[in-house]
């Protein structure tokens, strides 16, 4: 099983749809399905389903361990990966100080007992964001780069009252994903 860890965007599905159609001219650029938005918290990868048992009560543990009750997140502000001038990812943020500390304090529990139990850690810093699209090549990067400069998208805002562990299957038109359990703050 391929496994992540995420806040999913419910009912913000047709907001990120709109930023990416002003993405849409970019040539090279492949959109990740706006329905499935989500906030990875912790890539798990692939995992034998034998460990669920145990992950989730480590998960469940990590939600604990963290100490956030329900609160509000707004997501808006573009971004990319690694930066400007080679990018392979376009991203969606989440406004400092709107969500941004609670989602830093949940991975950085769900880390800590994840790489306890032998999961990679991290290689990058943390920084909460909604992936718009995966750059295949840079015909379209001047728009990228355009839009990223002088566009400041609001999404919109969600209230986050539980992390999800999430199977990503991998098929022809993409992933598919479907939560495997809920772990409410």
């Known amino acids: 099983m391929r496994l992540f860890v995420s806040v999913d965007l419910d009912g913000l599905g047709d907001e990120v749809a709109a930023v990416q159609e002003r993405l849409a001219g970019a040539e ?3 959109f990740t399905d706006p329905s499935q938005a989500h906030v990875t918290l912790k890539f798990l990868g692939d995992t034998d389903e034998s460990r ?5 009560d ?3 543990g990590a939600v604990a361990d963290a100490d956030v009750d329900p609160f509000e ?3 808006g502000g573009l971004g990319v990966f690694p930066h400007l001038e080679y990018i392979s990812v376009v991203w969606l943020g989440v406004r400092e100080g709107a969500g941004d500390a609670e989602l830093t304090r949940l991975h950085r529990a769900l880390e ?3 790489v306890a139990m032998g999961f990679d850690p991290e290689e990058h810093e943390f920084t909460p964001h909604v992936t718009l699209a995966r750059m295949e090549h840079a015909g ?4 990228v780069q355009t839009a990223v400069r002088e566009t400041d998208p609001e999404v919109g805002s969600l209230t986050v009252s539980e992390v999800r562990l999430t199977e990503s299957r991998l098929g022809a ?3 598919t994903y479907e939560t495997v359990a809920a772990f409410p703050l």
């Open 28 to 30: 090279g650029l492949r």
């Open 52 to 56: 669920l048992p145990a992950l989730r």
């Open 58 to 60: 480590e998960l469940a």
């Open 73 to 75: 997140a707004t997501v």
């Open 112 to 114: 800590a007992r994840t």
């Open 140 to 143: 379209g990067k001047d728009l």
């Open 173 to 175: 038109d993409g992933p």
